[in-house]
């Protein structure tokens, strides 16, 4: 699992230029399902064929960033945000380019609100000339992808959101064993608003839709108080502030949890938003409901998950295949 999530995590893509981790991702699956498609939007679908429920999980593949807006006299590079950037965090990181171009992002001043347009990316040019034969307008850069082990069975870097969601279903894949028609979806643009899950859950039309995304949790000083921690298992959403899932599929995932000795939480998010909001209510709507992995510190640079609950995740996921 570590090894595939540096695949996934060291790949930037952001949300609108996925293709480079779209490409990874069907290398991955390609073996384990009997198609794989990408629709017209960019979403990759990974097919398993089946006559029972039609289920599609979905997972984002895009993650948030950068545009480059401007190129001043003296190669500075103006930026736009692309997503929940939090820009404290980024402030004085590395970043890297869709090219492999490296830089640092810094703000004009020390500010109480840092505001997206008094920061740039300083990539060591002396003149716009020399910026611009590294970086053209509309390129995206990231602050730099990273994956680091700390104690106990901890990991920190980006963007565990959503690659990780991603791995998850990757491994899954490799274990289900059932009759059901299995969609497993990696979507396009959730960070600016889930533009991906739309177009695709009319395209499959599924009867039951999952999605797989990262959570908040209560554990951490200052952290908004939630009944979710670090290692204490996947969390099943409940609401968040974009969808209430439907109550008898949260039932069957609960009852398929405990059946099969899973570790879960109940999520109750007051805040945030992910695929399933757009997969509950498209082409007549669905069932639609949430595998949410608790991550500490989400949309920064130093997000950190538990691999107890990423374990704990698979293990759902592939139950939820074989038993719904």
Do not use: W
Request: proline residues 4%.
């Amino acid at each position: 699992m570590i090894d595939l999530l540096k695949k996934l995590m060291l790949t930037p893509s952001v949300s609108g230029r996925e293709d480079k981790i779209r490409e990874v991702i069907k290398s991955q699956v390609s073996p384990y399902v009997d198609e794989v498609i990408t629709d017209p939007v960019g979403n990759l679908i990974a097919h398993k064929k089946g006559n029972g429920k039609k289920i599609m999980f979905c997972a984002h593949m895009d993650e948030i960033g950068f545009f480059v807006t401007y190129i001043t006299d003296k190669g500075f590079i103006k930026i736009s945000p692309v997503g929940g950037v939090n820009l404290t965090s980024a402030s004085f990181t590395e970043v890297i380019s869709e090219n492999g171009v490296d830089g640092v992002i810094v703000p004009e001043k020390s500010e109480d609100t840092l505001k997206a347009e008094s920061m740039y990316i300083d990539i060591g040019a002396r003149t716009k000339k020399q910026a611009e034969s590294k970086v053209s307008l509309g390129d995206f850069f990231v602050v730099k992808p990273s994956i680091k082990k700390l104690m106990n069975q901890r990991y920190v870097g980006r963007p565990f959101d959503d690659r990780v969601g991603c791995a998850i279903l990757i491994e899954a894949l490799k274990e289900v064993k059932t009759d059901n028609d299995l969609y497993f979806v990696f979507s396009i643009q959730e960070e600016v608003g889930g533009r991906g899950a739309k177009p695709v859950t009319y395209t499959v039309r599924p009867d039951i839709g999952i999605a797989l995304d990262v959570t908040g949790t209560g554990d951490k000083p200052g952290a908004t108080p939630l009944a979710i921690e670090l290692g204490k298992g996947c969390a099943i959403k409940l609401k968040d502030s974009s969808v209430i899932c439907a109550p008898s599929l949260v039932k069957d995932m609960q009852r398929i949890a405990k059946e099969n000795g899973i570790k879960y939480q109940n999520e109750v998010l007051p805040y945030g938003g992910t695929d399933t909001a757009g997969i509950q209510v498209t082409a007549g709507g669905c069932l639609a409901g949430a595998i949410s992995i608790p991550s500490a510190y989400i949309h920064s640079s130093v997000e950190m998950i538990d691999m107890v609950d990423v374990k704990e995740a698979v293990k759902l996921t592939v139950s939820l295949a074989n038993n719904l």
